[in-house]
Nanobody, 127 residues
Framework: VQLQASGGGLVQTGGSLRLSCIVS????????IGWFRQAPGKQREGVAC????????YYTDSAKGRFTISSDNAKNTVYLHMNSLRPEDTAVYYC?????????????????????WGKGTQVTVSS
């Protein structure tokens, strides 16, 4: 399994970015893709995840109302659309994949970690 994240960059406060995560190597639909982020000096935190099988989405409070996770199954790509960006959104963003149970537990801050991670993409929001 491989995940490749891209789309980060430098944006001003209030701006938007779209991150992409290309997923390969899975057989079947029994997995979920999550977006996580880690800011300098802070612990990793969950952002959002999407279940491949039914497209159901889940968000943390920091993402609700501003971020949208979506997928294009034909392209094996999951997106994170980020709007109304704030300086506190500055972080390295990672996509990760595992079962929905593991991915959702990690998203919610429980002591789990998806088995498969992509390299991060830097998002910097200037004030």
């Amino acid at each position: 399994v491989q995940l490749q994240a891209s789309g980060g960059g430098l944006v001003q406060t209030g701006g938007s970015l779209r991150l992409s995560c290309i997923v390969s190597g899975f057989t079947g639909d029994d997995y979920a893709i999550g977006w996580f982020r880690q800011a300098p000096g802070k612990q990793r935190e969950g952002v959002a995840c999407i279940n491949r099988a039914d497209g159901k989405t889940y968000y943390t409070d920091s993402a609700k109302g501003r971020f949208t996770i979506s997928s294009d199954n034909a392209k094996n790509t999951v997106y994170l659309h980020m709007n109304s960006l704030r300086p506190e959104d500055t972080a390295v963003y990672y996509c990760a994949a595992d079962s929905l149970q593991i991915t959702l537990a990690t998203l919610r801050g429980l002591h789990y970690s998806p088995a498969h991670w992509g390299k991060g993409t830097q998002v910097t929001v200037s004030s």
